[in-house]
Each structure stands twice: as C-alpha cells, then as structure tokens.
C-alpha cells in the first residue's frame, strides 16, 4: 500500500506559490481522496518558527502530527517510518520536494510526485525540478491518474466516491 507525505504546505511559504488557489484545492481534492482509499497520509514542516504551521485545511487529513524537519529533505525524518512506494506533495517543488524525492529515490523508494499538488514561487523552477525528477527516476502523475491507478478497476468499492470528489 502507498502512503502520502505531504511537504511543507505552511502558512507563510504558502502565500508566495504561484497558482496558490489551485494548488490548495489540487492538494485537498487528492488528500480527500487518498483519505477515503486509507492510505496513510503523513507531513513535515520546515522551520514552523519562521514559516508557520502546515495550512488548516491541508492539516486536517494527517495521520498524526508534521514533522519538524531542518534539512531541506524530508528523507531523514521519515525514512524509518514507511517504504516504498510514495506519494509525494508539497511545496517547494525545486528545494524540499526536490531534495526529498532524490533522497527517497537514492533509498530504493518507489516515488510518485503529483505534478498538480506541488508549486514554487516560480514556475520555471518547478518545471526544471519535475524535468529532472522524471530523469532520475520519479513518477510525475497527477492526482487523477494516481487515483484511478490505486482503485484499478470501476468495481473497487470507493469508486463512486472518489469520482464524485474528482468532479
């Protein structure tokens, strides 16, 4: 079974994303539907001091609290916790995302990042880090496909749910 590691999605780093309004909505439509697939959802918080707490709305799907993390990857406080494979979102797709995704990859994770669920302040860093990602190894996919590919099949009982959430 995957699990989802939701990367730094905090007030203060938040309000600088492009595209913010759809980035919230991309990330709360897949972490609804990843709830309701019960895949556990796990989270970090880079320096909350300075960047503030994870978003409300992003928060209330966690599995348990964020982590606080130093590093710009998440690798070190969360590699003991789950393995392969991973479902990866957040912010900022060239610095934490990037780094993380390395470090799962580097690690024998298998990496799914959700292009539709990450953001930087600059969008020409975001496309050069997911171009990158994808060369090294890592899934890009989006929330849709992701979550057809975990139902497999119209049958799979939450279908009818998750389509709706979809729509």
Not at 24 to 48: H, S
Not at 125 to 153: D, P, W, Y
Request: charged share 20%.
């Amino acid at each position: 079974m995957s699990c989802v590691l939701v990367i730094d999605i905090q007030e203060r780093l938040f309000s600088v994303m492009a595209n913010k309004d759809l980035l919230l909505e991309n990330c709360t439509r897949f972490l609804k539907i990843a709830r309701t697939l019960e895949l556990p959802i796990y989270a970090t918080e880079q320096n909350p001091a300075k960047l503030g707490p994870t978003l409300a709305p992003i928060k209330e799907y966690f599995t348990q609290e964020a982590w606080n993390k130093e590093s710009f990857s998440a690798y070190p406080v969360f590699s003991a916790t789950h393995k392969s494979p991973l479902i990866l979102l957040g912010i900022e797709a060239h610095v934490c995302v990037y780094q993380s995704a390395k470090d799962f990859l580097k690690h024998g994770f298998e990496v799914t990042l959700l292009a539709d669920c990450t953001s930087s302040r600059d969008l020409q860093n975001k496309t050069l880090a997911l171009e990158e990602l994808r060369h090294l190894g890592v899934r890009i996919l989006s929330t849709e496909i992701v979550a057809f590919e975990c139902m497999q099949t119209y049958t799979h009982p939450q279908f009818k749910t998750i389509s709706q959430i979809i729509k």
